[in-house]
């Protein structure tokens, strides 16, 4: 045997040698190639089908998908793509809170795109007591509803089909199955307002966290597709065929429909829930408990955060004005008062705080009463003080809603004057956040500002939900806060949550879960952006203001014995310069206006060593947008043109502003000559371009001397080629004595001096 295994192999050698001498032009490696693409093509196309090569003891199998599990060619179980035990939670949880029966066509969506189950028995519900005590609520109120059902006709059932189908079924499974839909559509939302709550939040929760998992589903066959699929996109293949891009068509249009299937499912419990339960003949339906919302408004999850804000907003909108302004006049009374006394913001004894919160003035003792008695939303008072504080906290987060987001078309609709006796009927159902009663607006403002700025201690803790709301509350509702605030205190407390946002990076970049301090950051620096969005002018006025500040402390710090190093406009630069850019970017005329505080701003912010090397194009590009604004590295000097029609001169070397009165209306460009020695200014309104030559003393000393050497009229611009100011016109110097005019509509002139 090994004589002959000797001899095979020998010429087995020689026949390889053979061909590798015939095979001059390498027909066997293309051969060999062509297998291999071919061998490819079909591992992806069994993938497709429900098959996956995987290697077992170092040798390539098939494997298929059969179920739940992974079975081989053999019939072995094997782990690869078995399904995620959390995703079968999930799908059991869905599947007993969806309210099924509301909308039929999302029914069916739920069952074939979605993989939803629908529940064959009604369910018992259960909720657990602050205690920690179980509450079941047991099925023998299904007898109620049994009764109603068998005081229905038969008559009533619509459709001979669905008729000739429950005559072939047993008498109880038929009542059985009518119990079960008359559960989900109706008696589901009838037992509970703590349920109804809690079941809306979990599953808006869930249906928003699986729209965003790149449209998972819960069907078996789609789930595997979308898995093979997100691995063979990993091994890219370039070369794709006609029809597996009809495939990969085929496979997003899927995934769409599923993505819309979730928008739609957690719109129906979001939105239109409580209008369909009503219409499917409840009268007994237990709204959300606001109450319930308000505490979860900053949850630690932020799943469960933004679906207790969007149901907190869906619900206050569906009150109205009278129905927001019982629910505030119940509220109202648990306000705490806060002063610069309190650590805390609340006083700081029992009897003091419940002497001072539940104190209300006779006059307006009873018409709350009875305001409230007949309203649902009635709050009865605390027997504790760890309730009333608990009630404290969700006055203040409410109340801190409803201004946020309904003062503001109040406070507007208060000022205009109201020409008939109907429209100043409506006008007293308000809010109470209104310019004609701003002490509740007042007072909401405080104790959201006090949570901001208060000091970090035991009972208020540096990161917690309730300060995390509260910021999140100015920068929403900061136009309806603004007339009770110092802006300035609100902007550095919120640029001190920001100074560490450098440190917080992994966490906030990657998607990692959010640690307190990092969740904090990411308000404060949403806040900031809703701020600044919203007040352009008082933000970059109160920034300049503060930065003139600082400036003058740094000019006399040694006598002061101040390090200006530790304070928040030194560390907090970087999140200065984010939001200048963002308001250039999205605000440019409002900017224009403001172009010499901006500067003032970003001179403060930038490292000065970088502009002795680099233009200002080069280190902060975005304020290099407006035509008003020029830099010269040759003789370190910044020039900006104002609209009050004067040019700021900048001199980076001494740090010092020279403001000159260039001319009569708002400045459109400027710049500075290639060598510095002389600067062009431009106004459409004036129509005029000046020659400003300015010098300083010898080697760089003493004041800047700035001069008009020479002036010309230009020629009027169309109102037209007005509507876009920052392409109104451009100067630019072909030499060091000639400038180029160059207007929006094409036309140059050009000037010498």
Known sequence: MADFFGRVKDKAGDLERTLKEKDRHGILAKMKEGAENVQTKLQAHAEIVGFKPIQVDGKADLISLAGNEVVDQTGRKLRGLET?????????????????????DLDRVCEGKLGLLRPMVPVSFGVLSKGGYMSLLLPTWQAKYADELDAEKPGNTSGSAANSLEADLPVELVRLERLTRLFTAR???????????????????????????????????????RKLHRQSTRTALSWATKVEEENEDLFTAQQAQIKQGWSLLATLHCVLLPDKVVQAGSKNFKRPQVEMMARRWQHQCLEVREAAQALLLAELGRLGPKGRKALVDSWAQFLPSYSSADTLGFPSSASQTSSQTLTIPSAQQGSASQQTSSSEYYVRKPWSVAELKRK???????????????????????????????????????????????????????ALTHLLLAAPSPRLPAHTPLRRAAIDLIGRGFTVWEPYLDVSKVLLGLLELCCEADKLVPSMTYGLPLTPAADSCRTARHALTLIATARPAAFITTMAREVARYNTLQQNAQALNVNLSNSVLHRAK?????????????????????????????????????????????????????????????????????????????????QKCQMIQAHGAAITANTFSPDGKYLSTYSCNENRLSFWQTSTGMFGLGNSQTRCIKSYS?????DVSRLNPMRLARLIWINNRTVSLMLADGSETRFNI
Not at 84 to 97: F, G, P, R, V, Y
Not at 637 to 652: H, T
Not at 714 to 718: D, E, F, L, Y
């Open 187 to 225: 008696t589901h939302w009838e037992l509970s307002t703590t349920l109804t709550t809690n079941h809306l939040l979990a599953i808006i929760a869930m249906a928003n966290t699986l729209m965003s998992m790149n449209n998972a589903t819960f069907v078996p066959e789609q789930e595997r597709t």
């Open 84 to 104: 995620n035990a959390t995703m079968e939670i999930a799908q059991l949880l869905l599947s007993l809170l969806h309210a099924w029966g509301m909308d039929p």
């Open 574 to 654: 970087p999140e200065i310069l984010r939001g200048v850019e963002l308001l250039i970017d999205k605000m440019q005329n409002e900017m224009a206006d403001l172009l010499v505080e901006v500067v003032d701003i970003v001179l403060h912010c930038l490292d000065p060593g970088h502009l002795k090397t680099r233009g200002l194009a080069d280190v902060f590009p975005a304020v290099c947008r407006f035509n008003q604004v020029s830099h010269c590295p040759s003789t370190r000097r910044i020039a900006v043109g104002a609209k009050n029609g004067q040019v700021a001169l900048y001199e980076l070397r001494s």
């Open 714 to 718: 230009t020629a009027p611009i169309a």
């Open 392 to 446: 404290q906290t969700t006055a203040v987060v409410l109340l801190g809603v409803i201004g946020a987001e309904f003062g503001q078309d109040v406070s507007e609709g208060s000022t205009r004057r109201r020409a008939s006796e109907d429209q100043r009927r409506k006008s007293s159902v308000v809010e109470g956040f209104g310019i004609g009663n701003n002490n509740l607006a007042r007072l909401t403002s405080l």
